[in-house]
């Protein structure tokens, strides 16, 4: 079983740049694809990006690919999600998730974490 806790989430100017970071406690971080979400309020969760467990393979949501960039650390538990160029739209709440299968459905993701809050001033 996992657990996972998001940081890095804050207020920040149109155009700016704000990096996430989701740590994982518990066995075998590494066997986990790991995905971000957002939720926009009033708004249904949505994919963000998935990296698979090794890290060689990534897959973005169309609108944030150029902008976002996923990335792990599995010797310290980590995922991040280093996000550039930042739009309101991208105000939500992004949540990390850790599940068996390199997919962008979320109900393929076991453990979720509570998520962090980002806000995008216009």
């Known amino acids: 079983q996992l657990q996972l806790v998001e940081s890095g989430g804050g207020l920040v100017q149109a155009g700016g740049s704000l990096r996430l970071s989701c740590a994982a406690s518990?066995?075998?971080?590494?066997?986990?694809?790991m995905a971000w979400f957002r939720q926009a309020p009033g708004k249904e969760r949505e994919f963000v990006v998935v990296?698979?467990?090794?890290?060689?393979?990534?897959l973005y949501q169309d609108s944030v690919k150029g902008r976002f960039t996923i990335s792990r650390d599995n010797a310290e538990n980590t995922v991040y999600l280093q996000m550039n160029s930042l739009k309101p739209e991208d105000t939500a709440v992004y949540f990390c998730?850790?599940?068996?299968?390199?997919?962008?459905?979320?109900?393929?993701?076991?453990?979720w974490g509570r998520g962090t809050q980002v806000t995008v001033s216009s």
């Open positions: 990296i698979s467990r090794g890290g060689s393979n990534t």
């Open positions: 998730a850790a599940g068996g299968a390199f997919t962008s459905t979320s109900r393929h993701f076991s453990y």
């Open positions: 518990g066995r075998f971080f590494s066997s986990y694809a």
